[in-house]
């Protein structure tokens, strides 16, 4: 197919005007740009443009990782891990090289409605010559065995920690006792879990949110729709959009918040005049949610992951080195093929206090002798019914889940909306134009805290930051990440049935 002239001359318009020095691309691209084919030659020029255009204006998006010498594809932790059998498997090869093709345009769409206005033709036209160009480029590539070679070794995703930190950090560890203090706040979480087993929430200052109202939904339905969604050389569920907003409504939680100020009302994330990081309007009630999945025993689950957002967590005494502008919890439910619930857990946005609430269907693995942090479950949870949905309790300012209970139905006037997770890559700013809320390092800018100073023993890159999917390293003594491929297979057995 011979490429469009308008698109053409765009493209080598854009090359013409962007500035030299760009840097060195690994082969097979930098074939691609030498290549004796015009059109060929053209779409490896129209991702090198929009790559410097992107770089330049600070827009990239760091959800998923690109592959180095493959601009067209992004990977994230849960295809990296189906690497070795698309080793084996034609068919898995190419729908690997497909779904990361799909992730790259995800992100380049919203790199390219991020672009100041001008830099770039409507959004439609550019998004299907980078399409178009994308899978050209894949079909290239994967007629080469040289370049599936490199493509299969390339595709994986850097972690979130450093390792030179990491040793120079060696020294004040011996002095400091990190692994304790892990523990200690392990310990009061247990105690205000027991705690919350013996309070009410009718306090007045707990106030109760629970998710829009809609149409139940059966299990056997889910059963269904999964196994049908299934059906792909992966294994993954491909969920339609209408299946998913009705499945992410299905397993929503309540939420029982202490509120004792603003700092406690979640809400909508939005940019206001002049300003370099986003803020919570507390009028929106908005929870944030999408899909993940996770490798069990070869078999991929469907998960489920929600995000609310606080303005801040205030400082709790002076000098506290956790406030900082932002807070949050990320909770995630992992579904069984019946559609039954098997475990939930828990993060803040900063990857930080990572929890697991398993029901009887997820049993607890040993932890290996030489891992310090492993899995810290706080509370177990009965079967969750049909009909039935977790209610989390949150205390006020630290933003600490401190209780869970088993609710039935929407058990709350407060009803919150749930809104998809992309909107926060691509968020309208009153100035004009659009912006990320993350940077393109992954992290909500402005949310650093004081204890990437305390944590930098860890390594984690900017401790404390809020991150973006994809980005959550969670273990402050190891290496952990949120969305690990094999997170629950190492630690739990599954009843799947």
């Given at each position: 197919?011979?490429?469009?002239?308008?698109?053409?001359?765009?493209?080598?318009?854009?090359?013409?005007?962007?500035?030299?020095?760009?840097?060195?691309?690994?082969?097979?691209?930098?074939?691609?740009?030498?290549?004796?084919?015009?059109?060929?030659?053209?779409?490896?020029?129209?991702?090198?443009?929009?790559?410097?255009?992107?770089?330049?204006?600070g827009t990239r998006d760091a959800q998923d990782a690109p592959v180095p010498g493959f601009p067209y594809l992004r990977v994230n932790r849960l295809l990296a891990a189906l690497r070795p059998m698309a080793m084996s498997n034609e068919h898995a090869l190419h729908a690997l090289a497909e779904r990361m093709l799909v992730l790259d345009l995800e992100a380049r769409r919203y790199e390219i409605m991020n672009l100041p206005a001008g830099q770039l033709p409507e959004l439609r036209v550019a998004l299907q010559r980078t399409q178009e160009c994308g899978g050209l480029l894949r079909e290239i590539d994967l007629a080469r065995p040289e370049s599936r070679a490199a493509l299969l070794r390339r595709a994986e995703v850097p972690d979130d920690y450093r390792l030179a930190s990491r040793i120079l950090g060696l020294y004040w560890l011996t002095r400091i006792p990190f692994a304790a203090g892990v523990r200690q706040q392990e310990e009061e979480t247990r105690a205000a879990f027991r705690r919350a087993s013996l309070d009410s929430d009718g306090s007045t200052r707990h106030l109760r949110y629970a998710p829009e109202p809609g149409e139940p939904l059966a299990r056997t339905s889910v059963a269904q729709m999964l196994e049908r969604a299934s059906e792909n050389p992966l294994g993954i569920p491909e969920l339609s959009e209408e299946n998913l907003s009705a499945l992410l409504a299905a397993y929503a939680p309540s939420f029982s918040i202490e509120v004792k100020g603003d700092y406690d009302r979640f809400g909508a994330l939005r940019w206001l005049r002049d300003t370099d990081s986003p803020s919570v309007d507390g009028a929106q009630l908005a929870v944030y949610g999408h899909p993940a999945w996770t490798r069990y025993e070869g078999r991929m689950l469907l998960q489920l992951v929600y995000t609310l957002w606080f303005p801040e967590r205030p400082p709790q005494s002076e000098g506290d080195l956790l406030a900082g502008r932002l807070d949050g919890i990320t909770w995630r439910v992992t579904l069984a093929p019946d559609g039954e619930p098997l475990v939930y857990d828990a993060i803040h946005p900063c990857g930080c206090y990572h929890q697991f609430f398993p029901t009887p269907r997820a049993a607890a693995r040993p932890a290996p002798d030489s891992v310090e942090e492993w899995m810290f479950s706080p509370r177990a949870l009965p079967r969750i019914a049909q009909g039935e949905r977790p209610l989390v309790r949150i205390a006020s300012g630290t933003h600490y889940i401190e209780g869970i209970a088993v609710v039935g139905g929407t058990d709350s006037l407060v009803r919150y909306e749930l809104r998809p997770y992309g909107e926060l890559r691509s968020l309208l700013r009153y100035s004009g134009g659009r912006a990320s809320v993350f940077g393109p390092d992954g992290m909500v800018p402005g949310t650093e805290r004081a204890e990437r100073f305390v944590f930098w023993p860890m390594g984690i890159d900017s401790a404390g930051a809020m991150r973006q999917w994809g980005r959550h390293a969670t273990a402050f003594v190891g290496r952990r990440h949120f969305d690990d491929a094999d997170l629950f297979e190492q630690r739990f057995r599954f009843e799947l049935r």
């Open positions: 197919m011979r490429p469009r002239p308008a698109l053409a001359a765009l493209a080598a318009g854009l090359v013409a005007i962007l500035a030299a020095g760009c840097a060195t691309l690994e082969a097979p691209f930098d074939a691609h740009l030498e290549s004796g084919a015009q059109q060929v030659r053209g779409c490896a020029e129209w991702f090198r443009a929009l790559d410097e255009r992107v770089a330049a204006a």
